[in-house]
């Protein structure tokens, strides 16, 4: 068999590690529709594995890549790993990067401004791969057969900056500047051996990547808060004179003088068979030695990204959905007649979801009472009497159907596509978002009814822009199927049941790795985001569906998400990405079918002080690890409990370090 095979890849393409506290890790999804079990015993998990350790410490999920034989054809020969009779032995090489503290500043897809950068008065003047100071490089790591790993990947940051000057409206921890129309010199201390993850092998050579600690640091005297340093801050950009948070290089997102442990970068392995043949994804390789030069078509790619708190849930628009969109070539059912519930199902049971982790789409709020998705809400599209009329595709309730469909919302512009208000691609400015064609009145009665790309309506009546896409657009390919749905060309078929990966054909595994990895992931609203920016969209940064493009830098896509990743994931607490991060959880009385809600970030920080729903960003640097899950409430046979139709999901696993009181104060002295 080993002469057939002609050349190989890694899947999946993209994969995705999360960052957790513990030293303990779970492999992530490799099979669409599949939650795995994160391992252990008296847990909620899908076997009953617990997410966190013996010490209530979140445990890191892990992403694996498969190596696959192909032939000249482009077919299928086998998956290579060191149990099988082919191989002689695997060498991986990794190479990953933090380049957030010396990249562009993050200020909203539609304000990019190339001239405005992260820590300013560091390296100023040069690209973001230039500014070496602030970029954490491990440099390139590999791992072979018969080595037992872990492989740790660390690095440096703000090595030899020692003194600048940053703004001194900005708010620092315990100093407040005498005149904050000055600005503050801070000294900076170099952070060293930060980990960015480690590689490992399992039983078949195959790499695991595990993904840091979820940690991030202020390395200034005095130290910038992690908060929204720039509330007062006026740089001269935006049309407020940049006296806005939001649009300027000082933002939450952009904090000054820190550092986080999440990266990205190239994945490639090199293979030698029995018979002395020796494949690489790297070109120009003829011996495992051989260092060669990156094939963006067969190699992989890695990003670490916080923790999905919601595993059985999915947003509505994923990166899956986002590639195939980009990639309408790759879309599998693209000739294939609409299938409801593989097709249209997903759409409705992932926004009913969204009723068990966001208070609007609950209904738990006087102004979404009678307009969300709760058991009894009559957005529940999952109850008996929607759920009749969506499986019938005659004339009966082709208006139900209609009616549905045109609660649906497309993005702006012709195409209808996210991408095409964005262009051009960064780092040149958007302009094209301002034509004429991608204006138009925001109807917030659309579904789904999530903040999207442009920021909510209320950030652009507070900076005074009017940009495109305030809410969250479905994708074509979904409103292509919704609308031949609604007009009843569609077949009915079978609720879709997953299938684990050693179950499936062999030729279907590769795609199945592919898709798997992105299925649980945020589409948009990239504000920045959770996983990936909105610089996902593009063609230009692919080789082809599934694999990032040649001459991207490892660190370069990811670095514009936040800095640190917990700004924006404490920021981002209503309807932005609740299947990733909760905004509520609920408890459940099975008794009385009612449910009660609670903020998902509540109780107390390390000092004994309430966590606050109004500037907890300091907090969330504490509080990450320790918040809920939320899983589904199981029945006594192991089922799932549903509640008119919809599962019914309760918070589990919440660290009870954060229902301490507040300390005691001593009485004062006599």
């Not at 939650?35 to 966190?52: A, E, H, I, L, Q």
């Not at 690890?625 to 029945?635: C, N, S």
């Amino acid at each position: 068999m080993s002469e057939t095979i002609k050349t190989i890849r890694i899947h999946p393409g993209i994969g995705i590690a999360r960052l957790g506290n513990s030293d303990e890790f779970f492999v992530g999804p490799e099979a669409p529709g599949l939650v795995v079990d994160p391992g252990g015993k008296g847990g909620p998990g899908p076997n009953g594995g617990s997410y966190r350790d013996a010490d209530a410490r979140l445990k890191r999920q892990a992403q694996r890549y498969r190596v696959y034989g192909y032939d000249a054809d482009g077919k299928v020969v086998a998956e290579l790993t060191k149990q099988s009779d082919l191989v002689q032995s695997l060498r991986w090489r990794v190479h990953v990067r933090n380049m957030k503290a010396a990249n562009y500043a993050f200020q909203g897809a539609y304000l990019f401004d190339p001239d405005k950068l992260r820590n300013p008065s560091v390296q100023p003047g040069k690209k973001p791969i230039e500014r070496d100071k602030l970029i954490i490089d491990p440099g390139v790591h590999t791992i072979s057969s018969g080595e037992a790993g872990p492989v740790v990947m660390k690095g440096d940051v703000f090595v030899d900056v020692e003194k600048s000057k940053l703004p001194g409206e900005l708010r620092f921890v315990g100093f407040t500047p005498k005149d904050p129309s000055q600005e503050v010199e801070v000294t900076y201390e170099a952070a060293r051996d930060i980990e960015l993850g480690q590689l490992r092998l399992d039983d078949g050579d195959r790499l695991l990547f595990v993904p840091a600690g979820g940690k991030g640091e202020c390395v200034t005297t005095p130290k910038v808060a992690l908060s929204n340093p720039s509330e007062t801050h006026s740089p001269p950009n935006g049309p407020d004179g940049g006296r806005n948070p939001l649009t300027n290089q000082f933002a939450y997102f952009n904090v000054p003088g820190w550092w986080d442990d999440t990266c990205g970068g190239e994945i490639d392995v090199t293979v030698t068979l029995k018979d002395g043949t020796v494949l690489s994804t790297r070109d120009g390789v003829t011996s495992a030695a051989d260092e060669g030069a990156r094939n963006a078509r067969a190699g992989a790619w890695i990003v670490t990204a916080p923790p999905k708190f919601s595993p059985y849930m999915l947003h509505v628009v994923s990166i899956l959905d986002r590639v195939y969109e980009a990639f309408p070539e790759a879309y599998p059912h693209a000739s294939r007649k609409t299938n409801f519930y593989r097709d249209v199902y997903p759409v409705f049971a992932k926004a009913v979801n969204y009723g068990w982790v966001s208070a609007e789409a609950a209904g738990v709020k006087p102004e979404t009472k009678d307009a969300a998705h709760g058991p009894r809400q009559p957005g529940n599209l999952l109850n008996d009497r929607y759920m009749a009329a969506f499986t019938d595709p005659t004339e009966k309730s082709r208006s139900m159907r209609q009616m549905i469909y045109n609660l649906m919302r497309r993005a702006p512009g012709k195409r209808g596509r996210l991408v095409d208000s964005l262009q051009p691609p960064p780092p040149q400015r958007p302009t094209t978002w301002k034509d004429e064609e991608f204006k138009r009145e925001e109807e917030d009665y659309k579904m789904p009814k999530l903040w999207g790309t442009g920021g909510k309506p209320a950030q652009n009546e507070e900076t005074g822009f009017d940009l495109p896409d305030q809410f969250l657009s479905l994708t074509d390919w979904q409103l292509n199927h919704l609308k031949e749905w609604a007009d009843g060309n569609f077949e009915v078929g079978e609720p879709v049941r997953p299938v684990a990966l050693d179950e499936l054909p062999l030729a279907d595994q590769p795609h199945a790795l592919d898709a798997s990895a992105l299925e649980p992931t945020i589409g948009g609203g990239f504000h920045p985001g959770i996983e990936f920016p909105y610089l996902i969209l593009y063609r230009e940064n692919f080789a082809e569906a599934f694999r990032v493009a040649g001459g991207v830098e490892p660190g370069s896509v990811a670095a514009y998400m936040s800095s640190p990743w917990q700004g924006d994931f404490w920021s981002c607490d209503t309807a932005w990405w609740p299947t990733q991060r909760p905004d509520v959880v609920f408890e459940y009385d099975r008794a009385t079918q009612t449910r009660t809600y609670k903020e998902w970030f509540r109780g107390y920080d390390e000092s004994g002080e309430p966590l606050s729903s109004d500037d907890g960003y300091q907090q969330m640097a504490y509080a990450w690890p320790k918040l809920g899950m939320v899983l589904p409430l199981r029945t006594e046979d192991g089922g799932f409990l549903k509640d008119n139709g919809q599962m019914v999901f309760v918070e589990h696993e919440r660290d009870p370090a954060l229902n301490r009181p507040p300390q005691a104060k001593s009485p004062p002295a006599k």
